[in-house]
């Protein structure tokens, strides 16, 4: 039986290309692939504003970019606390509690975060949820050359 995977990419959202990729065991939290992502997304295009689903909601993440002189648009979790962690993961967070969440995606430009459902969207259209290859080896060299067609 194959290796439960997740495919991890960043997209250019002015272009919809994918700038950057990796396949990671289905354990591995995207916070853990932020870095990385960024890292090889930076050799491929430049970065200055990341958009993320909840799932990059950490101060860790915030931080990363922030250091980098990378702006943070971040779709804080539900239950994200005002009163603590990065302060812009608590500004992020009051402004969504302040004039909720539709109003401050339209100040935030969170909506263009869309491109990239889309391209996930399309890849799974095309290809899919499953992987012909049972090695997780053989899954990394089947994805890539998935996303590639992307």
Do not use: Q, W
């Amino acid at each position: 039986m194959a290796e439960a995977c997740k495919l991890h990419f960043a997209v250019n959202v002015e272009t919809h290309e994918v700038v950057a990729m990796e396949v990671t065991t289905d354990d591995v939290h995207d916070v853990r692939k932020a870095p990385s992502l960024v890292d090889e997304s930076g050799r491929n295009v430049r970065v200055s504003r990341v958009y993320g689903d909840a799932a990059y909601d950490s101060s860790a993440v915030y931080s990363l970019l922030e250091e980098r002189g990378i702006e943070v648009v971040v779709k804080p979790k539900v239950n994200a606390r005002c009163d603590r962690d990065h302060p812009s993961r608590r500004r992020a967070a009051s402004l969504i509690r302040g004039i909720g969440y539709d109003a401050s995606a339209g100040l935030t430009g969170y909506g263009r975060r869309g491109a990239v459902e889309t391209a996930y969207s399309t890849f799974k259209r095309l290809f899919g949820e499953h992987s012909l290859a049972r090695s997780f080896e053989n899954i990394v060299v089947e994805l890539v050359g998935k996303v590639a067609f992307v």
